[in-house]
T-cell receptor
Framework: SAVISQKPSRDICQRGTSLTIQCQVD?????MFWYRQQPGQSLTLIAT?????????ESGFVIDKFPISRPNLTFSTLTVSNMSPEDSSIYLC???????????FGDGTRLSIL | GENVEQHPSTLSVQEGDSAVIKCTYS??????FPWYKQELGKRPQLIID?????GEKKDQRIAVTLNKTAKHFSLHITETQPEDSAVYFC????????????FGQGTELSVKP
């Protein structure tokens, strides 16, 4: 299965600032996704990162708040913009080689906003 | 949109007993159902999955059953061990929606020695 690396693994940020999270996969994948997991909660899909086109956002998530890039088949970034304490969460990248393969996750980025 | 309900939210069993976690999905077009295990502070890890053309799948102590008519699927863990203690998540997806997964709320399993 694909190995997915995320960085940073954790960060503490000031409110009003932005942070970009990177996700690197060790092989080409057709599908990459970004999830949010609040403490003690389930995983909520933020968006599907589409290679060469704009990301597809889920209800409740907007591009201005969570801009996503996917310049190639192995890399994606998620930016959390104008952060507030409510954005404190774990952000997880996942990838799927193709629709017949399972989806695997990175270790996540634990974000705290003061 | 798709909704996945998972029960129970917590489950405590004695070592050696069986554990069953159940999920119900809303969209009859869903055709892929994975289960993930997440230990504290770790990434979700796939433990077993099933597709809609199969009714049951087994891997050692873990099995998953699917009832398409009732739109529910279950995870069965036999001969539980303390290292099975974790949060388990079910999920569902549709092939024609780009493979995105919709997750259940999670079940915290505690196996007491």
């Amino acid at each position: 299965s694909a190995v997915i690396s995320q960085k940073p693994s954790r960060d503490i940020c000031q409110r009003g600032t932005s942070l970009t999270i990177q996700c690197q996969v060790d092989s080409q994948v057709t599908m990459m996704f970004w999830y949010r997991q609040q403490p003690g909660q389930s995983l909520t899909l933020i968006a599907t990162a589409n290679q060469g086109s704009e990301a597809t956002y889920e209800s409740g998530f907007v591009i201005d708040k969570f801009p996503i890039s996917r310049p190639n088949l192995t890399f994606s970034t998620l930016t959390v913009s104008n952060m507030s304490p409510e954005d404190s969460s774990i952000y997880l990248c996942s990838a799927r080689t193709d629709s017949n393969q399972p989806q695997h996750f990175g270790d996540g980025t634990r974000l705290s906003i003061l | 949109g798709e909704n996945v309900e998972q029960h129970p939210s917590t489950l405590s069993v004695q070592e050696g007993d069986s554990a069953v976690i159940k999920c119900t999905y809303s969209d009859s077009a869903s055709n892929y159902f994975p289960w993930y295990k997440q230990e504290l502070g770790k990434r979700p890890q796939l433990i077993i999955d099933i597709r809609s053309n199969v009714g049951e799948k087994k891997d050692q102590r873990i099995a998953v059953t699917l009832n398409k008519t009732a739109k529910h699927f279950s995870l069965h863990i036999t001969e539980t061990q303390p290292e099975d203690s974790a949060v388990y998540f079910c999920a569902a997806s549709k092939h024609n929606q780009g493979g995105k997964l919709i997750f259940g709320q999670g079940t915290e399993l505690s196996v007491k020695p």
